[in-house]
Each structure stands twice: as structure tokens, then as C-alpha cells.
């Protein structure tokens, strides 16, 4: 059987180094990596064997970049305020998308590409990642057979240990101290970004910071699973002089001082990396839901995942690489453009956790 042929955007990334390093692992799939830094795209292809390289920007992408290939796969972001130029190129060349999408609008608006995508006979799935397609095998794990399902979280609390790229910055420091429109109390209203500041407990890990992230989850819990009354995303910093940092620093932009922190990417991202010696190598996730069980009860349940000696930044490429597998055993999604909601099962990430040591557990 033919090798898959996967041409991997943003390879040289946090989250898309490690999507690499799992996927050259594969049988049948034959990657070639690409991202816009050639020396850092040689060094990674040498140290996973020597894997071909490409210099390519997604923001100036064309169909003839993706020529000869059967999947092109983006990892690169930030997807907040980014132009579908990867999405476009795909269609025109007629090669399936998948990417790991977190920007709200961006996943919001790919039922657009849908009728190109399905004339073009290829499949376009957006947010291949820890949301929604991990989240939404974990609620579709626990509450089957339920009736009804009243409140939703989740939450996603990184180590600080744990590195950290330019991209994921822009993204968070995009939506800090803005409106985001969140469903809470049976009703849409707008919280401020990095807003509803406080302590949670995870089990197994202790207390974390949270705050309300602007996501596409909020959005998709809510069409997916329509909870009565709550649906909400949260994340947090370790550290308290980093998360309580930036809840100070959103409030010029919640009083329309300043337009947004996003210019400041660069200069906060070096302080973060000053403090990377301190706090944990433990990152988390954790998932809880409220409704009605089978027979109509009161019901509550909650899946935990923990991953030590940074690990944690393999969770969120997951997905991505279980949908690669769908496509080399011959059960690609059918032509169209969609969330990757309910499109994984909790199964098909069981050999991953394994492999990568990482621990969930269920209560």
C-alpha cells in the first residue's frame, strides 16, 4: 500500500515539532516537514532521521505548494484574525486539510469552505486539537446515554515548565481583556478575556489558576451538547506572578486604554521564559459535566488527564495525528468542511496516552 503523503505546516513549532517526532514514528505515513525557518526545519529533520524539507509561509500558501501530496496538515498558527490562505490552497489543489485550530471565529467560519470542499471531493477539518476533538470524545465518553446535560467545563492548566511558542502567546494575548461571549446561567453574555479569575482544584494535581479563554469550544459545547444551563473553557497559568500578572495587565485593555496586548507578545513571552525554572512539569486537563443519566437522575461525572516530565504539549497534536491514521487505513472523513467535534472517539487516543505516559482518570 502507498505511503500517506503528509506535508506538515508549522513543523518547526511547540506543538508542531512534536506532532512531527510522534508521526515519523508511523508506518505508511511519509512526512515532509515545513515552516518558514529553514535552519530550524534542518535541524528537527535531521534529528527524526532526515525527513524532507519545505520553506513555506501559510499566509502566501498556493495550491502548487501542496502539489504531490495526500494531506496538508497545519500546526503553525496563531488562527486568531488569520486569513483561510492554507484552506483556499487545499481546495484548489484538491488535497484534504486538517489543522489545530483554536481561534474562535476562524473554526466558527469553516462551514464556508463547505460546498468548495465538497466539490473539490476532499475533506476540511478544523481544530484537530485538545478542543474540541479531544474534549468532545471525553463528554461523549461520559455522558452516553444521558438524557440531559445542564453545565459543561473544562478546563486545561499547563505546567510552566512546559515550553512555550510566539504563536500560543499572540493567541492568548488576542482575546485578554476582551468581550468573549460565553454561555452562562441559560444565556449568552459577554465576560471580559481572561476574566472569572479564580482557583481550581484538579484532582491528582492540586490548584490551578483559571480563567475564561475566548475559544471555539465555547461555541461547539453548546451546538453539540445544548446544556441548560452553563458551558465554559477555562486555562491558567502556574505560576500566580504570571496569571495574576496578565489579569492586571487586561485591564487597560477591559477600559479601552489600550487596544490589545498582542503587541506585546514578544516582551512577555521573554519573561515568561525567565521564569521556565520554576513551578512543575505537569500539565493537565480536566472535564466535568452535570445532567440527567439514563434513567433521569441527577448525574455528575469527570475525566482528568495528567501529564508529567513535559509532556503536556503532545496533547494537543493527539487528534490531529489519530485523523492522519484515518486517512492512511483508508477511513477518511467524507468530503465536506467541519469542527473535528464527535469525529474521534476516546479510544482512538487510549495508545497515545500509553505510549507518552500519561495518566487520565474518571470519577
Known amino acids: 500500500m502507498a505511503e500517506l503523503r503528509v506535508l506538515l505546516i508549522g513543523a518547526s513549532g511547540v506543538f508542531g515539532s512534536r506532532l512531527a ?12 516537514l515545513a515552516a518558514r525557518d529553514r535552519a530550524k526545519l ?24 501542496l502539489a504531490g501530496f495526500d ?22 489543489a ?3 486539510y486538517i489543522d489545530l485550530a483554536d481561534g474562535r471565529e476562524f473554526v466558527a467560519a469553516i462551514g464556508a469552505h463547505d460546498a468548495a ?23 461523549d465518553a461520559l455522558t452516553a446515554r444521558w438524557t440531559a446535560i445542564d453545565r459543561i467545563a473544562v478546563g486545561i492548566f499547563p505546567g510552566n515548565r512546559a515550553p512555550r511558542g510566539l504563536a500560543v502567546v499572540q493567541a492568548i494575548l488576542s482575546y485578554v481583556g476582551h468581550p468573549v461571549r460565553v454561555w452562562r446561567g441559560g444565556r449568552w453574555s459577554d465576560v471580559p478575556g481572561w476574566g472569572l479569575t479564580q482557583r ?16 471555539p469550544e465555547q461555541d461547539l459545547l453548546v451546538a453539540r451538547y445544548r446544556p441548560t444551563d452553563s458551558a465554559e473553557f477555562f486555562a491558567g497559568m502556574e505560576l500566580s506572578i504570571l496569571h495574576l500578572g496578565l489579569a492586571m495587565l487586561a485591564l487597560p ?37 452535570d445532567g440527567r443519566d439514563a434513567a433521569g437522575k441527577a448525574a455528575r461525572a469527570r475525566w482528568t488527564l495528567r501529564a508529567d516530565g513535559n509532556r503536556g504539549p503532545y496533547v494537543p497534536t493527539l487528534a490531529a495525528l489519530a485523523m492522519l491514521r484515518r486517512f492512511r487505513d483508508g477511513d477518511a472523513p467524507g468530503p465536506g468542511a467541519r469542527a473535528c467535534a464527535g469525529m474521534l472517539s476516546l479510544a482512538d487516543f487510549a495508545a497515545d496516552f500509553a505510549a507518552l505516559e500519561i495518566s487520565t482518570r474518571t470519577a
Open 200 to 215: 481550581w482544584a484538579v484532582p491528582g494535581v492540586g490548584r490551578r489558576w483559571a480563567s475564561v479563554c475566548d475559544t
Open 71 to 92: 494531506v496538508v496538515l497545519d500546526a503553525a498558527g496563531p488562527f486568531q484574525a488569520s486569513a483561510p490562505t492554507v484552506i483556499e490552497a487545499a481546495i484548489a
Open 42 to 65: 534542518d535541524r528537527l529533520a535531521a534529528r527524526l532521521g532526515g525527513l524532507p524539507v519545505r520553506t513555506l509561509d501559510r499566509e502566501t500558501i498556493a495550491a502548487a505548494n
Open 94 to 96: 484538491r488535497v484534504p
Open 253 to 289: 485593555v477591559r477600559w479601552r486604554w489600550l487596544r490589545s496586548l498582542r503587541p506585546a507578545s514578544r516582551p512577555l513571552l521573554a519573561i515568561a521564559r525567565l521564569l521556565l525554572p520554576f513551578g512543575s512539569d505537569t500539565g493537565a486537563m480536566d472535564v466535568r459535566v
Open 21 to 32: 517526532e510522534r508521526a515519523a514514528l508511523e508506518r505508511g505515513i511519509a512526512l515532509t
Open 117 to 139: 470542499a465538497r466539490a473539490a471531493g476532499i475533506s476540511v477539518t478544523a481544530g484537530a486539537s485538545s478542543i474540541p476533538a479531544l474534549s468532545h470524545a471525553v463528554l
